[in-house]
């Protein structure tokens, strides 16, 4: 069953280490991408007869989106925020709705390092924003409830 890109959700909270019950939805977000990355590092002996060999080493994780800006906004504000005091936030990018079986994707401690506002002619004012990973939690997949 295809998964439609409208139906997924990105929750956030304030404070680190949030369970996922306790995150609010980004209702405003379009455009939302999620990056999981990893580094290798070489492990080649004289043993591989040969043929390099690689480990996984360190992990990344990132979510880039869009938002409209609206003035006082929750969860502008709450970007805007970990942006300019550097602080952490928690963060679920899931293809779902919390709660709705088969929804998933990962729950971790991040903060924004990157903010940009665009201001065209035409359209609304929207902030473009990523959140780059301090400390992943889980990645979760709901059984439904």
Request: aromatic share 6%; charged share 20%.
């Amino acid at each position: 069953m295809s998964i439609l890109g409208r139906n997924a959700k990105l929750y956030a909270d304030a404070s680190a280490d949030e369970t996922l019950a306790n995150l609010t939805e980004i209702p405003d977000v379009s455009d939302v991408d999620l990056s999981m990355d990893s580094t290798v590092d070489d492990t080649t002996t004289r043993a591989d007869a040969g043929w390099d060999t690689e480990a996984q080493a360190s992990r990344m994780l990132s979510v880039t989106g869009t938002v409209v800006f609206t003035v006082g906004d929750a969860a502008v504000n709450l970007l805007r925020t970990s942006y300019l005091a550097g602080s952490t936030i928690t963060v679920a990018a899931l293809t779902g709705a919390f709660g709705v079986a088969g929804s998933e994707g990962p729950r971790f401690n991040g903060v924004v390092t990157k903010w940009m506002r665009n201001e065209p002619v035409k359209g609304a004012v929207k902030i473009s924003f990523e959140i780059k990973s301090k400390g992943f939690l889980a990645y979760e997949v709901e059984a439904g409830s």
